[in-house]
Every structure is written in C-alpha cells, then in structure tokens.
C-alpha cells in the first residue's frame, strides 16, 4: 500500500519505503542516501499503511544520522535559502523585514520587553521568497497582507514581531536539527518575551512545525 501510494514510486522512480524499511530491519543494509533524500516526507504512505509505520519519521531521523557521516542533501536554488536560513539563526540578527506591512499593524521586538502582545501573526520566510523568486511575481506577501485584513474584520489586530526567523520546517526535514533547534528557541523566546498567546499563520509548514514539530523538540 505504501509503495504504491508514493508519489516518487508512482513518478516511474524505482522506489519503495517498504524495502528500504525491510533491507535496514531484517538484512542490515542501510538505505544509499538518494534513497532517503528522494522521499517527499508527504506522509502518504503513513496514513496507507495498515501497520501506521510512521516512513517519514523513520526518515528524518536517517537524514540526521546520513549528515553525521557527511552526506549533505544537494541544496536547491543553488544553497541560497539554506544559507539565509543559517543567517537568521546567528544571534543577534537585525533583520529588515517589515516595511511591506500595513500601516495599522504593530510591529514589536522581543529584545523591547516593555510590549507586549498576546495576539501575534507569525510571517515566515516569505518576504525574503518574494525577493529570491522576484522574477515570478509571487507576491507572498500580498497573501499575508491578505490574511491580516481578514483578521482584523474579525476583531483580531495581532502585532508581528521584527526579529522572528524561519521557522525551521526544511531544516528539520532535512536532517540538520542543530540548526532546526536553535531557530526553534529563538522563535519560541520572542512569543514569550512579548506574551503571545495566539499565534496565526498563513504557512501550513509553519503551522505543523510550531503546534507540531516545537513542542516535540522544545519541550
């Protein structure tokens, strides 16, 4: 079921979470890394699987262990994302990421304990996309923009905080959970410096990584 449920396997790739599953169990052989980069992390298979084999936990924990030895995953957009990601992770990180925002939402700081805030919309990394894929006029932003509107017809002004960083989702997916962590711990320290209590999104990566993925490894 899981096999033939993937959507690499079903591309006409020669691929099979059950095998490589079976080869590292019962013949200790363990998977050649374009094996385990290949696989998408969609959770198809998880959710076919009669047994709910949890494949793309399995194959989280195998990127981390396959970067240990020192086989890197080759980077797309030629590493530039990875590379901003690792910027934002060096502290402190004086970012210049808010000026496309409307006039009416607040914007505070972490490191300004005197704001505070319980309602905060948590950005991402899409001003930064709307700069790197300038040339397919995205407008990410533009969705976030969108999304604060509607926020406010509803009652709801939440402020955005001027130095949040990634929120770690491609890290973590790929392996590199050092860098995953200290993103994670920047985020979550800026949400208590200013006492959110509400945090919105746009992103559904940054929705599973901040309900899901923060509390697996922050608490």
Not at 189 to 213: D, M, W
């Amino acid at each position: 079921k899981c096999t033939a449920s993937c959507p690499i396997a079903i591309s006409g790739v020669h691929y099979s979470p059950r095998l490589i599953v079976s080869h590292l169990l019962y013949h200790h052989r363990s998977p050649v890394p374009k094996e385990i980069w290949r696989c998408l992390t969609c959770s198809t298979c998880r959710y076919r699987c009669p047994s709910d084999v949890d494949f793309p936990g399995f194959v989280q924990k195998l990127r981390g262990e396959i970067r240990k030895l020192g086989n890197q995953p080759q980077p797309t957009h030629t590493g530039m994302i990875g590379e901003m990601v690792r910027i934002m992770s060096s502290q402190p990180s004086m970012q210049k990421r808010t000026d496309w925002l409307p006039q009416w939402v607040k914007v505070i700081s972490g490191r300004e304990v005197t704001t505070k805030s319980e309602d905060v919309y948590f950005v991402g990394c899409a001003p930064y996309f709307d700069v790197i894929f300038d040339e397919f006029e995205l407008d990410l932003t533009g969705t976030h923009i969108a999304a604060l509107n509607l926020l406010r017809i509803t009652g709801v002004e939440p402020a955005v905080l001027a130095d949040e960083v990634c929120c770690g989702h491609d890290s973590l997916w790929a392996g590199d959970f050092e860098l995953f962590e200290r993103l994670a711990q920047t985020n979550a320290q800026n949400f208590k410096a200013v006492g959110a209590k509400r945090i919105y999104v746009s992103c559904p990566e940054c929705y599973f990584t901040l309900k899901h993925s923060y509390g697996d490894y922050l608490s």
